[in-house]
């Protein structure tokens, strides 16, 4: 009767998960035109300033398309220029003469659409942070197209956790749910965070498998860890009774195994 009773005692719910630290609020810098990375001027991880140049697309493939544009344009121009004066004195060149502006107005568009694809091949950071992005030798001759993302710029105070939490293990989660977030580098002491945000769709995982995402803030109290760690998340649910938090398990399998 006594264990009858205990089974039946309220208990908290919770799961491990896979977790790492990231960005809070990131600024992603992308390629603003398509080329090839030709330079990179720091270092993953490198403490960066405002305005500070960080790498370079390759420039010589804009600047031979710039010097055809502007001997295109200059032509264009000479030609208008002609045709303008013998307009004065002959008929059918004043039918020309609007043709040949509108070409060299063309012709001006392109130029300055060049020089400014050309001011575009050298990416500056928008503020003061932490450049995050992969090996320099992993950008170094690759090509990139508009929009494609190459490295973000982040406030190493403003971090968060985000947790891979599988189907498997998925329990029911309440608002400012609790975290203790156990760091491979120093598993004895953890971090306490509060869950904020939970995906309601799992989506495939790096190593293929299903995981529902979720996002969880450190408490202001505990020190920060660094951007990039990896641990291992305990997520704490709603309140269950013991019995079914013991046995919650071994139904799920016998469910799958009977397919009811």
């Known amino acids: ?44 991880n490198e403490q960066v300033t405002k305005d500070q140049l960080l790498l370079s697309l390759e420039e010589e493939t804009i600047k031979n398309k710039l010097t055809v544009t502007r001997k295109a344009l200059a032509v264009a121009e000479a030609e208008y220029r002609k045709t303008a004066q013998q307009a004065m004195f002959d008929t059918d060149s004043k039918a020309q003469v609007n043709i040949l502006k509108s070409r060299t107005e063309q012709q001006e568009a392109e130029v300055r659409g060049m020089e400014d694809w050309l001011a575009r091949i050298d990416i500056k950071a928008p503020h003061a942070g932490i450049a995050v992005f992969s090996d320099v030798n992993d950008w170094i001759g690759k090509p990139v197209t508009v929009g494609e993302r190459i490295l973000m710029v982040a406030d190493p105070g403003d971090v968060e956790l985000e947790v891979q939490l599988p189907i498997a293990d998925a329990i029911n989660l309440e608002p400012d749910s609790r975290v203790q977030f156990f760091l491979n580098v120093d598993p004895t002491t953890p971090v306490s965070a509060t869950l904020y945000f939970s995906a309601y769709q799992a989506e495939v995982t790096p190593d293929e498998t299903l995981a529902y995402r979720l996002k969880a803030r450190f408490n202001p109290s505990d020190v920060l860890p660094r951007i990039g760690l990896k641990g291992t998340a305990k997520v704490s649910g709603s309140r269950v009774p013991f019995v079914y938090y013991v046995l919650r398990r071994p139904l799920a399998a016998l469910r799958q195994w009977m397919g009811m």
């Open 1 to 44: 009767a006594a264990l009858f009773c205990l089974s039946w005692i309220p208990v908290r719910q919770t799961a491990l998960a896979p977790a790492s630290v990231i960005p809070a609020h990131p600024t992603i810098l992308r390629a603003a035109i398509d080329g090839v990375v030709d330079r990179f001027y720091i270092e993953p």
